[in-house]
């Protein structure tokens, strides 16, 4: 059950990493949770630490790398009277090789979850929040959205496609009262990398850039949600990175973002 009293956020992804982080930050911050994933033990023992600061739980199982899950997951929604006043879409999907060689069904799920459910989702749920002329969604973006990454090409396009797709409802919006943040973390110690087949990356072993911790991100990315900024790089390292990639010619940002991301023994 959930409080009256308390807003209720939608945080997907909330089994592990900047997901589980930002829902304690909404927890410590007044909200009830919705937390949505496919694994569903580490949920409940998220559900069980939030209640220390007050927040009730909801958990809901879904795979968003199914086509129509976005949908179903409104529908379950819809179905228990549950109105969503935060969105955090934080589930995302990584691999990590030369596109040619890359498992389809893992492009396929990729795009499912990075772009598809996401984009779905936000879609979904906006409208209700524009109507009450309050409300905020996070996207997870990352600083891969800043320039093309050999080695991760579908990845980093995808992170590409969020920074451009939020930049421009978060314009659209702008005299709503509702606010869409679009959140840019670098290299974060989560499960991610391992799952990516990145582990080995100069990227994730702190070689060139420091590796965040999820709690750290999650802070600076909650911080800057809550004031209704468009995007927000976590680290002031990263926020450098960021500009000089934009500002790097193309063939030098491939070769350094090769190197970067690349697992080649």
């Keep these: 059950m959930t409080s009256a009293d308390r807003p209720l956020a939608l945080v997907t992804g909330a089994s592990s990493g900047i997901g589980a982080s930002l829902a304690r930050e909404l927890a410590k911050d007044g909200h009830d949770l919705v937390l949505v994933a496919r694994r569903v ?18 958990i809901i199982a879904v795979d968003l790398s199914k086509v129509g899950a976005a949908a179903g997951l409104v529908q379950d929604i819809n179905a228990r009277g549950l109105n969503i006043d935060v969105l955090i879409n934080a589930a995302g999907l990584g691999t990590n090789g030369q596109f040619d060689a890359s498992n ?12 598809v459910a996401l984009t779905e989702l936000t879609r979904m749920l906006l409208p209700d929040m524009l109507t009450k002329r309050r409300g905020k969604t996070l996207l997870m973006a ?8 050999p080695q991760m090409a579908v990845y980093c396009a995808s992170k590409a496609y969020l920074l451009s797709f939020g930049e421009a409802i978060a314009y659209e919006l702008r005299d709503s009262g509702v606010t869409i943040t679009t959140l840019c973390p670098g290299a974060t110690d989560t499960e991610f990398a391992g799952v990516a087949d990145a ?20 802070r600076i990315g909650y911080r800057g949600f809550r004031a209704g900024r468009r995007v927000v790089v976590a680290g002031r390292i990263n926020k450098i990175m960021a500009i000089v990639s934009r500002l790097s010619p193309r063939f030098a940002s491939l070769r350094i973002s090769n190197w970067m991301i690349s697992s080649a023994k």
């Design 142 to 149: 990352s600083t891969a959205a800043f320039q093309p990454g």
């Design 41 to 58: 033990a580490p949920m409940r023992a998220l559900a069980d630490e939030l209640r220390a600061d007050g927040a009730n739980s909801i």
């Design 104 to 115: 389809p069904l893992r492009i396929s799920e990729m795009l499912q979850v990075n772009v």
């Design 199 to 218: 582990a080995d990356a100069a990227l994730f072993k702190g070689s060139l850039l420091p590796v965040m911790t999820a709690s750290d991100v999650a």
